[in-house]
């Protein structure tokens, strides 16, 4: 209780206010516990968890509860006066540089707690039911809450250093539980292959964080973006590579392309896992970042040259793993690929220079993909296996996952008034404004590509839905609806992917767009004014586009069923199922050639010239103790260490006759020895 | 008071039981000169004792506990002689070599 009360009074002092914004009260100093807690009742779930009548599972939804009523109480909060808070305790200094950690409470931190609580809550009711009988219950609930932990770690972080540390643990967890089912070995394949793709790419966040933390002197986001806001010409200079570097980073953990391939193989962990890294924790990790550095790469004369490469990069994401997806089987890879493709908008939105429109997507998009995953998940759970070809039908057996389903796909694919319409309008809008601004003709043709890929959106989400739900059930058993435990998740997920867009419509209600406001800098973000009419009925129309042509092709009546399951379209396909061969790409072009001759020479250059080094001193100290040994020990100190011990040995050999053993020997010795001292004794005297 | 002749009396008993003690071969007789010896130290002890005339009777009370002690260690001498005469029918102290390297 002292601990924690220092705690508080540390915050205190170093929490700093900003005009028009609250402090946010006692609720913003104690807001340590949002990442605090999920931690430590990680480990109360490691140790005491197996011997809870739950097996653990109270703590760690004990943990999401608390996260979720504490988000949203803040979010309530942020949303009625508008909070801006940061605290921090020293941890280390280290010369002139302190090590802190801390915790931020601002609109941007605020909307993730509130999300990943929300979200978290949800899965982890569901994920009760779904990993019911699972033999490393206990074990997978700690992992999944620091899973939840870590990214609120990152959230929460008020420096570069700290945002590091959640972003490694997030990695670290998901590595765990990708590879939850380990014992598959390609399970195992996927969570290593998760765990490098994320680390190559944090090779940019860290060369990124040291260019930007040693220009500024300081890695604290308040110091970095005001050097921002002052024009500071050391960090302008640098500013491109360091911006650039931070978003190769946040590429790797929001799977943009080309590091987009770990995470479709993500879906070998458990699907409450795959809903809570495609929703709230995990991948929005690298929008957050790029969210959290804004001004860095909207202020002209620094990283703004970044945005360019955002935009494209995120328009290839969107529009490439988009047609990917119409071809898995898999249901989860849909949805996998469906995530990457929205993580492609928020990026364009990003790149775009809106800030709002970007982080307004992956609010929405963390309700109804969370949503689409869990009803996957339970289909899945019903019949046993992953692909939509040993489904159909289920309409009839899983009514409430039909309609929750059904929501989630009709929010993706933006139909009105659904919470994907919104968002993905306001990025088309966002996008038309750029293309009117300083993103020129780029925007324009993202635009294109942007509206094509809410097009793909409709009609791949359209697809999962017949495969799925329609048709004549193809798989085996009796499939049924799934326990109420994870119906009612679900449920409450469908309800806010419904009502999530209205927190942000463009001239008649502009919530979210204040409430992300709520920053010490000036975002300098490109928002709309008021709904774009055209764009959105361009969208709309799209999208119901989209649903036309997939029911056309999809909707199964049992004469056609067959047939068009089996027709393939002749060169697009197989690119299309081999994920435009980009995997065999990075395995005979980079795996291949370090698994083969770069192995091959490091181990030849282990055995001949790093050995041979070691060999040589090692033979050069044999030599130098043997000069030692013989010379030294041998000859020297043995020598006189003999010496005394035969001299020893000599004179007792020749004392030992006088132990005659004769008593009267001894006793004539003895008168001789006292009339020998009486003698003495009289002559000295 | 003259204590000459009380000297010459313990010297010579002390003398003879040195004596004794070195020459004798039986080692009944080797403990008598022990005794022998202990009386002539008894004599000065109580000589000297009523020549200084001490309050406390040191001397007479010290000879007593000489002659206690003297008591005890002929009776443990005495059986350990017996001892070894049971075990080599005799009582020689010359083959009593035990002691030898």
């Known amino acids: ?160 250093i700290q945002l590091i540390v959640g972003w490694e643990l997030v990695g670290l967890a998901s590595y765990l539980l990708i590879g939850h089912y380990w014992e598959d070995h390609a399970n195992n394949a996927a969570a290593t292959k998760a765990f490098l793709v994320n680390k190559i790419a944090d090779v940019g966040l860290f060369v990124g964080v040291i260019i930007i933390g040693v220009t500024v002197g300081s890695f604290r986001f308040t110091d970095i973006l005001n050097a921002v806001a002052d024009g500071d010409s050391a960090l302008a200079q640098v500013a491109f590579w360091g911006g650039l570097a931070l978003f190769i980073g946040a590429m790797g953990k929001s799977a943009q392309f080309p590091f987009h391939v770990w995470l479709p193989d993500a879906m070998a962990g458990p699907t409450p896992v795959s809903s809570l890294m495609h929703a709230a924790t995990m991948v929005t990790a690298g929008v957050y970042l790029v969210g959290r550095m804004f001004p860095l790469y909207q202020t002209d004369g620094f990283a703004i040259d970044v945005k360019a490469i955002m935009i494209v990069v995120g328009a290839l994401t969107l529009f490439l793993t988009g047609l990917i997806a119409l071809v898995q089987d898999d249901i989860k890879k849909v949805l996998a690929y469906s995530t990457l ?305 035969s001299a020893t040995g000599e004179a007792g050999d020749a004392l030992r006759y006088t132990t005659s053993g004769k008593i009267q020997e001894y006793a004539a010795a003895l008168f001789a020895g006292a009339v020998l001292l009486v003698v003495g004794f009289l002559i000295l005297t | 008071m003259i204590v000459n002749q009380f000297l010459v009396l313990a010297a010579l008993l002390f003398s003879i039981g040195i004596y004794g003690v070195l020459v004798r071969r039986n080692a009944v007789l080797v403990l008598l000169s022990i005794e022998l010896m202990l009386t002539g130290v008894n004599i000065n002890l109580v000589a000297f004792g009523q020549y200084i005339q001490d309050a406390f009777l040191a001397g007479q009370v010290f000879a007593l506990f000489v002659i206690t002690v003297a008591a005890a260690e002929v009776g443990i001498g005495l059986a350990i002689v017996v001892l070894i005469f049971r075990n080599r029918a005799s009582a020689n102290v010359d083959e009593l070599d035990l002691l030898k390297w």
């Open chain 1, 1 to 160: 209780m002292v601990m924690l009360a220092t705690l508080f009074a540390l915050g205190e002092q170093t929490g700093h206010e900003v005009a028009q914004l609250s402090d946010g009260g006692v609720l913003a100093q104690w807001a340590w516990l949002i990442p605090v807690v999920p931690l430590v009742l990680m480990f109360a779930i490691v140790f005491f968890g197996k011997r809870l009548p739950m097996k653990g599972w109270e703590l760690a939804e004990g943990a999401m509860l608390f996260v979720a009523v504490y988000g949203v109480a803040l979010f309530a909060m942020n949303a009625n006066e508008g909070i801006n808070y940061e605290g921090s305790i020293e941890i280390a200094r280290i010369g002139s540089f302190t090590l802190e950690w801390g915790w931020v409470v601002d609109g941007l931190s605020i909307m993730m707690y509130a999300v990943v609580g929300v979200v978290g809550l949800a899965v982890f009711t569901y994920a009760k039911g779904y990993m019911k009988g699972d033999i490393r219950y206990t074990w997978f609930f700690a992992a999944f809450t620091m899973f939840a932990g870590a990214m609120l770690v990152l959230v929460s972080a008020p420096n570069l």
């Open chain 1, 341 to 645: 493709s929205q993580l492609g908008y928020m990026t364009v939105a990003m790149g775009a220079g809106a800030y709002t429109a970007g982080l307004f997507h992956l609010f929405t998009h963390a309700f109804f993909k969370g949503l689409l995953f869990l009803a996957a998940g339970s289909v899945i759970h019903a019949v046993h296996s992953n692909n939509m070809s040993d489904m159909g039908g289920l309409r009839k057996f899983m009514p409430w996952t039909y309609r929750t389903f059904l929501i989630g796909s009709l929010a993706l694919a933006g139909i009105f008034p659904l919470a994907g319409f919104w968002s993905k309008d306001e990025i088309l809008a966002s996008l038309s404004f750029d293309s009117s601004h300083d993103g020129g003709t780029l925007a324009m043709v993202v635009l294109v590509v942007a509206i094509a890929g809410a097009f793909i959106t409709a009609f791949y989400m359209a697809r999962a839905v017949y495969l799925t739900f329609f048709g004549e059930y193809k798989g085996h058993g009796h499939p049924h609806e799934s326990p109420r435990v994870m119906t009612y998740p679900l449920i409450g997920l469908g309800v806010l992917s419904i009502v999530a867009g209205f927190a942000n419509i463009p001239g008649v209600f502009t919530g979210f767009t204040q409430w992300l406001a709520a920053r010490p800098q000036v975002m300098g973000d490109h928002h709309a004014e008021a709904i774009n009419f055209a764009l959105a009925g361009i969208g709309l129309a799209v999208a119901l586009l989209g649903i036309a042509a997939g029911t056309r092709l999809w909707k199964r009546d049992a004469a056609t069923q067959q047939a068009r399951d089996t027709f393939r379209i002749p060169v697009l396909y197989p690119v299309l199922a081999n994920k435009y061969y980009i995997d065999d790409l990075y395995m005979k072009g980079v795996v291949g050639p370090i698994k083969g001759p770069i192995a091959r020479f490091t181990n030849w250059t282990n055995t001949y010239v790093i050995d041979s080094v070691v060999n040589a001193f090692g033979a050069v100290s044999v030599f130098l103790s043997r000069i030692v040994y013989q010379g030294m020990d041998q000859r020297g100190i043995d020598l006189a260490i003999n010496a005394v011990g």
